[in-house]
């Protein structure tokens, strides 16, 4: 490490356990008195000066502050020994960049310590490798932190897309289901509506003859009764007239045929309604008129509403007919009007309004007296299984089959927040755009 000939003449000052231990260190030490002059220093500090030893005994004879002999760029070292004896107690500084003799570039851990009260003992660490080391581990790190967040975004917008395709699948798998249902539904229907057609033609038809017919007996017994008839028959007549209690079933007969012409006009009506509201077509567009949309289907669901919610319509002159399939869209109005009146408990009433929508598009507005939509559930009610109703009262599909379908059609149906109580509003275009609806049209 040192060799006596490296030794600078040692100083008396300098404590000789001092010096000793000074030459037993790997780092470069020195000791300096007060005016910053070299007392003595070590092997290696020898080496990092660049000098050779008599040149630096020189410098240290004629009393040159170490800066000269040690050629470091920065003054911290200067104010670091200073301090170290001013305040009495080691100082350390890091990442100190300096220049070595031989002229490379180093960085340095130095530290000053005090003693004696008057000197002054400064170590220069080579922490250069350990630097770049650090840097090349900074440099690593910070492309690795860079590639984990790449990762990590890369990651969560595949997981969004995800969702977003699991949650169109599971909106197509629903529709999927309903329309499955509502195509074997509306066959059902449409079947059951053609099949009651014939017999309640037959029944509505001759109720008429059958009035008549009846009439003209009667007036034939009317007849009869004026003739001379002999009292034994005359008697057997009252008698009969008794059994079948005559003059009640001519009073009543009458009563009997209307009650049978409205039950067969309200079978009719009915029959109309689930022929309307299956509405099986030919699977292209049809110009329809929504407001007949909107009464069928409030025929329909009479029972949920009678005596106890009052309907108020309102059908503005210059709402437009829409190009749309109308049995899917007459699906629409029962979804939201059976929620409409579901949502109101005991007497209440549903408000309806068809208009015009702005230039090409028609609107409907379903406003219901119940308690409204809580601002926490609303963005939920068009997915798919969402309900708040109990198990078997509600699937959670009405409106997400309500919203797929009214989106084929090119329109749009949401939730007015304005309260108290809950108004879905519907709009349709007109015309669809020319791109098919993806729903498939209930055909029979
Ligand atoms: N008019 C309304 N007033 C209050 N809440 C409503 C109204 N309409 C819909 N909701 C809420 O939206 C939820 C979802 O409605 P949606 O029609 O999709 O399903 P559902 O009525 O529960 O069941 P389904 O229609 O399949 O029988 C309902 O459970 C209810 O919480
Ligand atoms: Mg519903």
């Avoid at 790997?26 to 040149?55: E, F, I, K, M, T």
């Avoid at 007036?219 to 008697?235: G, K, M, N, T, Y």
């Avoid at 106890?308 to 899917?328: L, N, T």
Wanted: overall charge neutral; charged content about 30%.
């Amino acid at each position: 490490m040192s060799s006596p000939s490296q030794q600078p003449a040692p100083r008396s000052e300098v404590p000789e356990q001092i010096r000793k231990l000074l030459d037993g260190s790997l780092d470069a030490a020195v000791v300096l008195d007060a005016n910053r002059r070299p007392l003595y220093w070590n092997a290696a500090y020898q080496q990092y000066s660049g000098l050779r030893p008599r040149q630096l005994e020189q410098a240290a004879d004629e009393g040159r502050c170490c800066f000269h002999v040690f050629p470091i760029e920065v003054c911290e070292t200067l104010c670091l020994g200073r301090r170290a004896l001013t305040t009495g107690r080691p100082v350390r500084m890091d990442e100190i960049r300096a220049r070595r003799g031989d002229g490379e570039e180093i960085v340095l851990i130095v530290t000053a310590t005090p003693i004696e009260n008057h000197m002054v003992i400064e170590t220069y660490r080579d922490v250069t490798a350990d630097a770049r080391i650090q840097r090349k581990y900074k440099v690593l790190l910070e492309r690795e932190r860079t590639a984990k967040d790449l990762l990590e975004a890369k990651v969560q917008e595949r997981t969004q897309q995800l969702e977003r395709a699991n949650d169109e699948l599971k909106r197509t798998q629903a529709q999927l289901i309903h329309q499955e249902k509502m195509s074997s539904l509306g066959r059902l229907v449409a079947g059951i509506a053609h099949e009651l057609n014939n017999p309640i033609n037959f029944v509505y038809g001759n109720v008429e003859f059958l009035g008549r017919y009846f009439q003209d007996l009667i007036d034939l017994v009317d007849l009869l009764e004026q003739a001379p008839i002999e009292s034994d028959l005359r008697a057997k007549i009252e008698k009969k007239k008794r059994e079948i209690e005559y003059e009640f079933l001519r009073a009543d007969s009458d009563k009997l045929l209307k009650s049978i012409r409205a039950g067969a006009e309200r079978t009719a009506a009915i029959v109309r309604d689930l022929k309307a509201f299956s509405r099986v077509g030919s699977g292209q567009l049809v110009e329809t008129d929504l407001a007949e949309g909107i009464d069928t289907t409030l025929n329909l669901i009479a029972p949920l509403l009678k005596n106890r919610i009052h309907v108020h319509r309102r059908y503005s002159p210059d709402a437009p007919r829409v190009y749309c399939h109308a049995g899917h869209i007459n699906q629409v109005f029962m979804n939201v009007l059976t929620n409409a009146a579901q949502a109101v408990r005991g007497e209440g009433r549903i408000d309806i309004v068809i208009e015009k929508g702005g230039a090409g598009w028609a609107r409907v507005k379903v406003t219901d007296s119940g308690p409204g939509i809580a601002a926490e559930i609303r963005p939920h009610i068009f997915d798919p299984f969402f309900t708040t109703k109990d198990v078997g009262e509600g699937t959670g599909l009405g409106l997400t089959i309500s919203e797929g379908i009214v989106r084929n059609h090119g329109g749009r149906i949401f939730v007015d927040e304005k309260g108290p109580g809950a108004t879905f509003v519907i709009e349709l275009p007109v015309r669809p755009p020319t791109r098919p609806p993806k729903t498939e049209v209930t055909e029979a």
